[in-house]
């Protein structure tokens, strides 16, 4: 029996796959041990609320006025972690004490948003309850922001972010694992059937090019200029789009679905809860470089096209994976088509991004995090 009480704190309000991440190790842990006490909450909305939606608003027109000095913002690592850890840590500390710690009584937190770590980390020293704190950075890049003296252990996707860790910021290598970025448990399953398997699943013909065009979760990214980019590739191909919870976009691209493609099949989907099953069916999969929408490709062996990173740790994911040779990048919808048309033509060079892309993959990585996070 184990009674062990983990809580896992994330925001949602800068997209949502850090939470989609705390979600997986939770499922993972769950699976792992039907005993222990395992919750999500939001840090910040915990703590404040009012401070979360500020955040949010702040974020939100930084991304859209000021990409560029967001950027800048985001790389002045000393700022942020100086900001996180006095003012902004010692305030929200109390409260998550106050309206979180007290009630929850963990034995083990781990975090998969850096806002609130530092807040933790003081919480840890003045709660009644002493806990262990766990980082868990979400992305191909570790920042500033995840790291701090009171974290007991950090989780990351690659050796070389260990590498990061120890060398720049001083953490002992005994505390980092090198487990990969938590994505659902079922990835870990689906990562064992063939490409024709979740063809024949979702009704698709197992010799056409089926190109899956996603845009996370708020359908971002371009996806109309992607889309008519891709119909006007001279080669006949399957474009299944998911526009997640933008019905605007869905909305207008059904319309263009309805129109005749001779050559294409356009499908349309909204919000798709069994992303998994379209992953592993795409021959090629066009989305923004999130952390979380990388790793569940990888999982499923699935060729990356990156499109219109947003500012800050996507740019450095991006970097990372261009770095490994496991991801593909185009600056303009029109590159997307011509990569589609080189990988129709030249199966080896899709073929051998795949082989670099099992040098990164890691479907099982929340329930090697989930025993880990057990284990403490």
Not at 145 to 162: C, K, M, T
Not at 179 to 187: D, S
Not at 315 to 340: D, G, M, T, V, Y
Request: proline residues 6%; hydrophobic residues 40%.
């Amino acid at each position: 029996m184990n009674g062990k009480r983990l809580l896992v704190v994330t925001e949602e309000w800068a997209g949502s796959g850090h939470r989609m991440a705390a979600e997986a190790l939770r499922e993972a842990v769950v699976e792992r041990c039907p005993d222990v006490y395992a919750r999500v909450e939001g840090g910040l909305q915990a703590a404040s609320p009012a401070l979360r939606e500020l955040s949010r608003f702040f974020y939100g027109q930084m991304l859209r006025y000021s990409p560029t000095l967001w950027q800048r913002l985001y790389d002045r690592e000393q700022m942020w972690g100086t900001a996180l850890a006095k003012p902004i840590g010692a305030f929200l500390a109390r409260r998550l004490i106050r309206d979180l710690l007290e009630r929850e009584q963990p034995d083990v937190v781990a975090a998969t948003h850096a806002y609130c770590l530092p807040a933790l980390a003081h919480a840890r020293k003045k709660a009644g309850k002493r806990f262990r704190l766990v980082s868990i950075p979400t992305d191909f890049h570790v920042h500033r922001f995840w790291v701090h003296p009171e974290i007991d252990g950090y989780v990351v996707a690659h050796e070389r972010l260990a590498e990061l860790l120890e060398r720049r910021h001083g953490v002992k290598r005994e505390r980092i694992h090198v487990y990969g970025i938590p994505v659902r448990p079922v990835f870990a399953a689906a990562a064992r059937e063939e490409k024709a398997y979740w063809k024949a699943r979702m009704g698709l013909s197992p010799d056409q090019f089926t190109v899956l065009v996603c845009g996370g979760e708020g359908g971002h990214g371009g996806m109309e200029e992607v889309v008519r980019s891709l119909l006007n590739v001279p080669e006949p191909l399957h474009i299944v789009v998911i526009t997640g919870k933008n019905e605007p976009i869905r909305q207008r691209l059904s319309l263009l679905a309805g129109q005749p493609h001779p050559l294409h099949r356009l499908v349309v989907k909204g919000y798709e809860p069994s992303i998994w099953e379209w992953i592993g069916a795409a021959d090629a999969y066009v989305t923004k470089p999130g952390g979380i929408s990388c790793a569940e490709a990888l999982a499923l062996r699935t060729p990356l096209i990156l499109y219109r990173p947003l500012p800050g740790q996507e740019r450095h994911n991006l970097s990372f994976l261009l770095q490994h040779k496991a991801a593909a990048w185009a600056e303009r919808s029109e590159e997307i088509a011509r990569l589609i048309v080189r990988w129709r033509c030249n199966p080896e060079e899709r073929e051998e991004m795949v082989r670099r892309m099992d040098a990164l993959r890691q479907p099982d990585a929340a329930r090697r995090i989930a025993d880990f996070l057990l284990s403490l």
